[in-house]
């Protein structure tokens, strides 16, 4: 069984081996984002549950309970939400 992306409560399919922004992207959720790799905070969202890792280092600067769609991924459901 594929696990869930909730964004903004849509559910999405969750592929583990594409980023969230990437998994958003291919169901062609309309997603702010800038450099994609971690420094500009573009893509900064609210992690609501679930847990998330991160494939570059994120230089942004995060509040708590906030991540980086553009370089993190998660193999469970995970539920997140914009600022
Ligand atoms: S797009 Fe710049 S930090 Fe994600």
Same mark, same amino acid.
């Given at each position: 069984?594929? !696990? #869930? /992306?909730?964004?903004?409560? =849509?559910?999405? *399919? /969750?592929?583990?081996?594409? *980023? /969230? /922004?990437?998994?958003?992207?291919? =169901?062609s959720? !309309?997603?702010?984002? $800038?450099? %994609?790799?971690? $420094?500009?905070?573009?893509? %900064?969202?609210?992690? +609501?549950?679930?847990? +998330?890792?991160?494939?570059?280092?994120?230089?942004?600067?995060? #509040?708590?309970?906030?991540?980086?769609?553009?370089?993190? %991924?998660?193999? #469970?459901?995970? *539920?997140?939400? *914009?600022i």
């Open positions: 069984m594929s !696990s #869930k /992306l909730i964004y903004n409560e =849509q559910q999405y *399919t /969750l592929d583990a081996n594409k *980023t /969230l /922004l990437e998994n958003l992207e291919s =169901q959720v !309309s997603v702010e984002f $800038h450099c %994609r790799d971690g $420094h500009c905070g573009a893509c %900064r969202s609210i992690l +609501v549950s679930g847990d +998330v890792t991160y494939s570059n280092f994120p230089m942004a600067y995060l #509040k708590e309970g906030e991540i980086l769609l553009c370089c993190s %991924r998660s193999e #469970k459901n995970i *539920t997140i939400k *914009t």
